[in-house]
């Protein structure tokens, strides 16, 4: 499968239906939208196929606020080339390290964030609880805390 990621110009519309896969409420992601640099993956067709949305939290520290991809691609290694992606785009950007949060129900993320090499730095308590309307479970467990997690880029 040919894919080419590229960044999303001004004016362009966020491929919301794609994004709202990880992060289910558009409020939220209007939220945080104006600040992050957004990357679509396309297949050689013109498909937006996969997404990811990266913000600058602080200095030297970027943070991957959404990733997804099209339910019917994944399994692919269409999340694995923009979780990539999202590594070498910060590393070119001088960032020193890159954060991910996932829900603790998020079962299949947290050990794909593992095995791309992001380890567990922290949780913040009751965070979907908080920040979300509607109660999120996945697999029969309720989504209540963020795991964060975190790579450090060395040399």
Do not use: W
């Not at 692919?76 to 001088?94: C, F, N, P, R, T």
């Amino acid at each position: 499968m040919s894919i080419t990621i590229r960044q999303l110009q001004d004016g362009e519309s966020l491929p919301y239906e794609l994004l709202l896969l990880a992060d289910p409420e558009r409020q939220a992601i209007d939220a945080y939208a104006e600040r992050c640099v957004c990357m679509q993956a396309e297949d050689y067709g013109g498909e937006v196929i996969g997404a990811y949305m990266l913000l600058c939290t602080r200095p030297k520290t970027a943070e991957i606020m959404n990733i997804a991809v099209l339910e019917d691609k994944q399994g692919k290694g269409v999340g694995k080339l923009l979780l990539e992606h999202a590594i070498a785009y910060s590393k070119d950007q001088g960032y020193k390290q890159l954060e991910v949060g996932t829900g603790n129900s998020s079962l299949g993320q947290l050990g794909f964030y593992q095995k791309c090499g992001f380890r567990i730095v922290g949780v913040e308590i009751d965070y979907f609880v908080r920040n979300y309307a509607e109660p999120i479970i996945e697999d029969g467990i309720p989504c209540r805390d963020m795991i964060r997690m975190r790579m450090e880029f060395t040399g």
